[in-house]
């Protein structure tokens, strides 16, 4: 990699971190809020904003009584929580106050995502999904052919929605009236599921398999197994140019073309489970995990080009669109 090149990517691992200590417990996520503010939640139940130049906490947000597992940027300086005591939380990010509590689940909540139409929709550890009006308080409808717990959520279009099981399924429904429009299977727990940029989807499974479904909701319509060189695939994400990579458990990063269906790299260097992989805004990779490594990746050469050893383990990853990369490891949040 040329210098030039170097100097174009900003996000500076080489200088010191600034590391911020508030969580009593292990922090689970981080949202970005602007290019000052993040969110964290963390295992302990609370939520914090921190600005991200002077490493300050400027609001701790209590409420729940158990761990918080998923935060949702609501817009408008709101965000929404949910935990594992059941309920969903939303936030005025600028007094810290609650401003509503939706109660509705029966489990632990574990992922959220706001839909285009402002509605919320949550899914619960037993695998309902329920889509909520959140001033009003009102579940608008409530989707429960999943028998397990639902790993990730995606929006569609046409007021669809795709979610991803533990019971081995994929289901695309209708967000309006809650009819399940479709079910694709795997031979195993589906964790992550995306969309490409041609309206496929591309799901990741423990079957071994990564496999590209139609854009037709017909279940087997142009389905394309992608078949590597492990026995599970764990998160999927999208990249440039018809690229996407999976992280196996095997501890490698598989780079994939999803108009060749050709294994393009396989990044190795890490030594223990990757928790993490994000998209950097330059196209590059970063990944990090239990072997206490951050790592940089070059999707055109395939070349690791920053390594960087961290003191904990990396749990969580996020870029701020200031240049900043900010982690979560276990306790602190570690900004680069």
């Known amino acids: 990699m040329s210098s030039e090149d170097q100097d174009e990517w900003t996000v500076n691992l080489e200088k010191q971190p600034l590391i911020l200590y508030g ?6 996520t981080l949202l970005p809020l602007n290019e000052k503010q993040f969110a964290s939640a963390s295992f302990d ?22 761990a918080v597992f998923c935060l949702v940027d609501m817009k408008c300086s709101k965000i929404a929580s949910s935990s594992d005591d059941t309920s969903i939380k939303v936030w005025s990010t600028k007094s810290g106050e609650c401003i509503a509590t939706l109660h509705g689940h029966e489990t632990q909540v574990r992922t959220m995502i706001l839909l285009s139409n402002g509605s919320l929709a949550s899914a619960g550890f037993q695998g309902e999904i329920k889509i909520w009006n959140v001033k009003a308080k009102k579940v608008l409808c409530c989707m429960e052919q999943h028998n397990d717990n639902i790993n990730s959520m995606i929006q569609l279009k046409n007021n669809t929605l795709a979610s991803c099981s533990m019971d081995q399924t994929i289901k695309i429904w209708n ?57 599970g695939y764990r998160t999927v994400i999208k990249l440039n140019d018809g690229l996407i990579a999976s992280e196996n458990d095997d501890n490698e990063i598989e780079i994939w073309c999803t108009i060749t269906s050709y294994c393009k790299y396989v990044l190795t260097g890490h030594h223990e489970n990757i928790r993490c992989m994000i998209m950097l805004r330059d196209g590059r990779l970063a990944s990090g995990g239990d072997d206490m490594t951050i790592r940089i990746w070059n999707i055109s050469s395939g070349e690791c080009e920053r390594m960087i050893l961290n003191q904990d383990e990396i749990l969580k990853m996020q870029e701020i669109s200031n240049n900043k990369l900010i982690c979560s490891c276990t306790q602190s949040i570690k900004v680069w």
């Open 45 to 66: 139940g609370e939520i914090k904003i921190w600005d991200i130049e002077t490493g300050k906490c400027s609001s701790s947000m209590r409420g729940h009584t158990s």
């Open 23 to 28: 969580h009593l417990d292990t922090v689970y």
């Open 175 to 231: 967000v309006t009236n809650g009819d399940c429009l479709a079910t694709f299977y795997h031979k195993d727990f589906v964790l992550s599921v995306v969309q490409l940029d041609d309206d496929r989807l591309v799901s990741s499974s423990f079957d071994g398999k990564l496999t590209i479904w139609g854009s037709k909701l017909e279940q087997k319509q142009n389905s394309v197994d992608l078949e590597g060189r492990c026995w």
